[in-house]
Each structure stands twice: as C-alpha cells, then as structure tokens.
Nanobody
Framework: QVQLVESGGGLLEAGGSRRLACVAS????????MAWYRQAPGKQRELVAK???????NYVASVRGRFVISRANAKNMVYLQMDTLNPADTGVYYC??????????????WGQGTQVTVSS
C-alpha cells in the first residue's frame, strides 16, 4: 500500500557532502513523523535524525551540526543533508515514516536503504 524509496547514496570522500532523499508513495492520507536511520557494518541500526510534520527536528549527537533533516509535505518527501562527512558516517541509510493511509490506519514503514560509504 505504501512504499518508501531512498536515493542519493554513494562513495564519498571524507569532508564531502551529500543529500539523501526519500519519497513516499501509495495510499497516503497523511505523513506524520519521518526519520533517517543508519546501520554501520557490524552495528545495530541507529536513529540519525527525526522530524515532525511541523518541522521540529532532533539529531543523534554524532551528527548534530553536520546533518540537517528537512521535509516537503506536498511532495511526500524527506531529505537528509549531510556535510563534513567522515568514515564513521558509513552505513546503510534507511528512511522511516509513520504514515496514515487512506483507510485511516497509521503504521510505521521502512525504505530499503541506500548505501553511504565515506573513505578517509
């Protein structure tokens, strides 16, 4: 019913920047909280940044001041601007969203992920 698709990953150099994007499609009535998670090799998935529908954002300490999450509700999209990247930012980045579908059911959805690799 609902699909989240990420884009923008790739192989990057330390100190570089990249913007990730995620678009939601399907029987969407309302996008609620949206977030980006990441999973580094051999580690658990962690919350990187989260944004409410009204635009209130919070970040994990390791990315605060370097990453910015934003959203475009009219386009059903969420973004993650990543600056001053370092090798510790390497991982698979997942889009996550609480979505109310047209049957007025609210569920949590995940994208399939996009790989970000930062070389030193």
């Amino acid at each position: 019913q609902v699909q989240l698709v990420e884009s923008g990953g790739g192989l990057l150099e330390a100190g570089g920047s990249r913007r990730l994007a995620c678009v939601a499609s399907g029987r969407i009535w309302r996008l609620n909280d949206m977030a980006w998670y990441r999973q580094a090799p051999g580690k658990q998935r962690e919350l990187v940044a989260k944004i409410t529908r009204d635009g209130y954002a919070n970040y994990v300490a390791s990315v605060r001041g370097r990453f910015v999450i934003s959203r475009a509700n009219a386009k059903n999209m969420v973004y993650l601007q990543m600056d001053t990247l370092n090798p510790a930012d390497t991982g698979v980045y997942y889009c996550n969203a609480d979505i109310t579908t047209t049957d007025l059911t609210t569920r949590n959805y995940w994208g399939q992920g996009t790989q970000v690799t930062v070389s030193s």
